[in-house]
């Protein structure tokens, strides 16, 4: 018997839940592409995009995926015979990579497994053994959206200092903008990616590079680039279609325009401050169940842990029942495991996720937990019980009585 009547939550890691004012904001007739109010809105994303990413670079927009922006910028910093070193954490950097060395680059792995950050240090070396600089850029994500694991990119951006590397520091933080903190200038991140439909909550469909003025230098000397993918007209167009290389994505800025409205009225700080409190509650709900069962974080170091989503494992059980419980009886959808190959984790069955970045709140949170309590006791999956009230505690701590 299904109970699931109400509003559907769709608790995986991207696309994440679209609020009704985005939706309300992109339900307008067709808008004229030439002249009016479209170009002036343009303007005023492009700055506010900015603002989010924190930086004074430049932010080019593209009609694309997540894995769109990865084309993009391998497109503009890349020729064929170059070289890049990939910091595998999961399974996203990894990605990156794979798409970079379809484009002809050489590929360098550290490769850190599904469980931790890439390690600085590491890092520090393997680019100290390059004595010929051959390496031109680092790619890394901020959030590894399969192991959940987040990367200390300032830490990775001293140790490229540190081994005296001219590499770019090219990351990606489609699962992290708007989750995490970043601070693209103050960190040194030379080029950043990012994607609409998760932390931004707008609808998959349009994807961005930012990038600073030593970026903007190894695109000005790239013997190959493609027309399309080319960030300089998008960032200085001469004509409104520049932007676009072609026809604007009208209504999803529209509807960008007002997810970014509510993160200014929130204020990033907050915004930040609000994930941490609903990934803390996860992550205390998690850690309870585990009491008594084969529940665990993925990610065993608290400050290497993702805020925007949390991957649980659970060696030996099913959880893909319980996906399909949840799903089937309550309206809510879990993320499936991506990325754990080996035999002991059946195919991926036994790892979950959850996604909590973007337009939630402790009702959504606790509700979702709450209902994974409810079906590890329908399906009688060992755990010990109270985790939801232990993350009723954590959000209780973060918004104290007045
Ligand atoms: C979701 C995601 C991607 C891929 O984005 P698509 O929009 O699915 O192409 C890449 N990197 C990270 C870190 C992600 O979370």
């Not at 974080?297 to 494992?313: D, K, M």
Request: charged content about 20%.
């Amino acid at each position: 018997m299904t109970l699931s009547r109400g509003r559907d939550y769709l608790a995986i890691p991207g696309p994440s839940v679209v609020p009704d004012r985005v939706l309300q904001a992109m339900h307008r007739a067709a808008p004229n592409i030439y002249e009016g109010p479209l170009v002036e809105l343009t303007r005023s994303v492009v700055a506010n995009l900015k603002r989010v990413a924190r930086t004074e670079g430049e932010v080019a927009i593209y009609i694309a995926n997540g894995h769109g922006t990865w084309e993009a910028a391998i497109s503009n910093i890349f020729a064929p015979g170059d070289t890049a070193l990939v910091l595998s954490t999961g399974r996203f950097a990894a990605g990156w990579g794979e798409a970079a060395r379809a484009h002809g680059v050489r590929i360098a792995t550290l490769d850190f497994g599904m469980h931790e950050p890439a390690d600085p240090a590491r890092v520090q070396d393997a680019l100290w053994a390059d004595q010929e600089h051959r390496i031109k850029a680092v790619l890394v994500v901020q959030t590894d959206t399969a192991s959940s694991v987040k990367n200390d990119v300032a830490a990775l951006r001293a140790a490229i200092d540190a081994a005296g590397h001219p590499a770019l520091f090219m990351v990606d933080c489609i699962a992290s903008l708007a989750c995490e903190r970043f601070e693209m200038d103050a960190w040194g991140v030379d080029v950043m990616v990012a994607a609409s439909q998760k932390g931004l909550m707008t609808p998959p469909g349009v994807g961005f590079t930012f990038h600073n003025g030593k970026a903007a230098a190894v695109r000005a000397g790239n013997p190959v680039r493609s027309l399309y993918w080319d960030w300089a007209p998008r960032v200085a167009p001469e004509r409104f279609y520049q932007y676009f290389g072609g026809t604007a994505p009208t209504h999803h800025l529209f509807g960008l325009r007002a997810a970014l409205d509510m993160l200014e009225e929130e204020g990033l700080e907050a915004c930040w401050t609000r994930h941490e409190t609903h990934a803390r509650a996860v992550w205390t709900a998690v850690e309870t169940w585990g009491g008594g069962g084969p529940l665990r974080l993925n990610i065993a170091e608290p400050a290497a842990r993702s805020t925007a989503v949390t991957t649980i494992t659970a060696k030996g059980h099913d959880m893909a029942r319980l996906r399909h419980w949840c799903s089937e009886n309550t309206g809510l959808t879990l993320g499936i495991g991506l990325g754990f190959e080996e035999p002991e984790w059946c195919g991926g069955d036994s790892v979950f996720r959850i996604g909590h970045m973007g337009h939630v709140n402790p009702p959504m949170i606790l509700g979702a937990l709450a209902t994974v309590e409810a079906g590890m006791q329908a399906l009688e999956i060992p755990h010990r019980r109270g985790g939801v009230g232990a993350a009723a505690e954590v959000v209780a701590a973060a918004a104290p009585a007045r």
